[in-house]
T-cell receptor, first 120, second 112 residues
Framework: GAVVSQHPSRVICKSGTSVKIECRSLDFQATTMFWYRQFPKQSLMLMATSNEGSKATYEQGVEKDKFLINHASLTLSTLTVTSAHPEDSSFYIC????FGQGYANTGELFFGEGSRLTVL | AQTVTQSQPEMSVQEAETVTLSCTYDTSESDYYLFWYKQPPSRQMILVIRQEAYKQQNATENRFSVNFQKAAKSFSLKISDSQLGDAAMYFCAYSENNDMRFGAGTRLTVKP
């Protein structure tokens, strides 16, 4: 199957600083990527849809100025948590759909390994 | 908006036995996809099984099978011959080939 990689897997930062998380599709081109957030013992909540070459689409209640998404190439999307606070501590997961290998007709998403953010 | 409901926060099964995890969803669409994903302690999301709504035949992947009832909007997962490695969080998910929405999850414990 298609491979999606996230970096870093773990990051600890001080309150007020910004943190960037990268999501890469390693063996396919992803025009669209999705960013999810998962609090402990909870489900994955869609934050935003990242579109290559255009602005991201944010879900209701997600602050677009706090969670900056850039999708500058077909293989890379970045999520920047700006002015992070302890309540932003969470597990962030990206995913993408591989349209190049017939997966477009299956609806399947391929997920990165996730990034655990801890804000002190 | 589409919603996915998993009414069993936790389930337990004896090794080698069978367990069924429940999932219901709400949609006004006729074409969509349903999934079961497994999330072990590593937090990596692993696809277990997939079902296309237009297919009447229930999907099967080795020990995993689904009972898809489109009219009832129900999509349960049956795990046969449960193994210790099946212990994980299981998420039911819905997609219309754009984004994907998840249920709250069911934590499955497998007892030796």
């Amino acid at each position: 199957g298609a491979v999606v990689s996230q970096h870093p897997s773990r990051v600890i930062c001080k309150s007020g600083t910004s943190v960037k998380i990268e999501c890469r599709s390693l063996d396919f081109q992803a025009t669209t990527m999705f960013w999810y957030r998962q609090f402990p013992k909870q489900s994955l909540m869609l934050m935003a849809t990242s579109n290559e070459g255009s602005k991201a689409t944010y879900e209701q209640g997600v602050e677009k100025d706090k969670f900056l998404i850039n999708h500058a190439s077909l293989t890379l999307s970045t999520l920047t948590v700006t002015s992070a606070h302890p309540e932003d501590s969470s597990f962030y997961i990206c995913s993408a759909r591989d349209f190049g290998q017939g997966y477009a007709n299956t609806g399947e998403l391929f997920f990165g390994e996730g990034s655990r953010l801890t804000v002190l | 908006a589409q919603t996915v409901t998993q009414s069993q926060p936790e389930m337990s099964v004896q090794e080698a036995e069978t367990v069924t995890l429940s999932c219901t969803y709400d949609t006004s669409e006729s074409d969509y996809y349903l999934f079961w994903y497994k999330q072990p302690p590593s937090r990596q999301m692993i696809l277990v099984i997939r079902q296309e709504a237009y297919k009447q035949q229930n999907a099967t992947e080795n020990r995993f099978s689904v009972n898809f009832q489109k009219a009832a909007k129900s999509f349960s997962l049956k795990i046969s011959d449960s193994q210790l490695g099946d212990a994980a969080m299981y998420f039911c998910a819905y997609s219309e080939n754009n984004d994907m929405r998840f249920g709250a999850g069911t934590r499955l414990t497998v007892k030796p």
